[in-house]
């Protein structure tokens, strides 16, 4: 509501936080500040400038815009190419997380960490923005996306096979938020994995998740139930790690050394494994 004239000054200036470090991202970092007209970009610089400790950068709207899409499309292409890795290093019958460890000691390469896919409401999501404004020209960004969303596919695939080779298997999904020790679920891989396990199998299957207070609606009429870790560990046969919660991955080796495991997250390095033996084609 306002009586006369108005000065108002709009600028689009993208949110660079993690959740549960919001408020202290929000000043530490540097900040985008895109004005619709300079005049905006100079209004909105003297607002943010009063908490903000990181540089504030000014520039135009479509630029700022542009650079928060970027900046989220950045790390859908790195994740993909690890995710990607990850399938390969199955069907070769390798250790992926020993293989990202060991090529990270390159000075020059810094793999990221494979996972069950993307989630959060930010990386999954602003890609396809680039995509839709330039189809013609963003094929690396179409394809990242794709090999993120088929890594979901393809961990629901591998724990169903694993669940229908027993029949008396119950099986604990580990995590349903898109990302560790927080409680959002928004685009979360994870929830997909879990709920598309809990249709198939109704209440052979059982969820943890210790930032959650009761199952998402998406479980209603599926028979899955929520229990903690210490059930897990009791009545379960076979972990799926979705989510690398510090909860997680503090469960020492003899409690789950004699059960079937399925991680997504690298969480349990220490985990008794049976590799595959699988002949290496070199080619000459």
């Known amino acids: 509501y306002c009586v006369g004239s108005a000065d108002v000054a709009i600028a689009y200036c993208p949110e660079r936080v993690l959740p549960g470090r919001i408020l202290v991202e929000l000043i530490d970092n540097d900040r985008v500040i895109g004005g619709i007209t300079p005049r905006c970009a100079r209004k909105a610089l003297q607002f943010y400038r009063r908490f903000v400790r990181g540089a504030c950068v000014t520039t135009t709207a479509k630029a700022a815009e542009m650079t928060k899409l970027s900046e989220n499309a950045f790390r859908d292409v790195n994740i993909a190419f690890a995710n990607e890795l990850s399938l390969v290093a199955e069907k070769m019958g390798v250790d992926v997380w020993e293989v990202i460890r060991l090529a990270n000691r390159h000075p020059r390469v810094n793999i990221l960490s494979p996972g069950p896919g993307v989630g959060g409401h930010c990386i999954a999501v602003d890609p396809w923005f680039l995509v839709s404004a330039a189809p013609d020209v963003t094929p690396l960004i179409r394809t990242a996306r794709e090999v993120n969303d088929g890594k979901v596919e393809h961990v629901i695939a591998t724990a169903a096979a694993m669940i229908e080779a027993d029949r008396h298997l119950r099986v604990a999904c580990m995590g349903l938020a898109f990302k560790a020790n927080i409680d959002d679920f928004r685009e979360s ?92 084609k070199l080619a000459v």
Do not use: M, N
């Open 189 to 280: 891989p994870a929830l997909r994995v879990a709920t598309a396990l809990a249709e198939r199998f109704g209440d052979r299957v059982a969820i943890v998740e210790p930032y959650a207070a009761a199952l998402p609606k998406a479980f209603d009429g599926t028979g899955a139930d929520l229990i903690d870790v210490d059930a897990a560990l009791e009545t379960c046969g076979l972990l799926i790690a979705l989510v690398d919660h510090d909860i997680f991955k503090s469960i020492p080796l003899d409690e789950r050394a004699d059960k079937q495991v399925y991680d997504t997250r690298g969480i349990w390095p220490d985990q008794p494994r049976i590799v595959p033996s699988l002949p290496l």
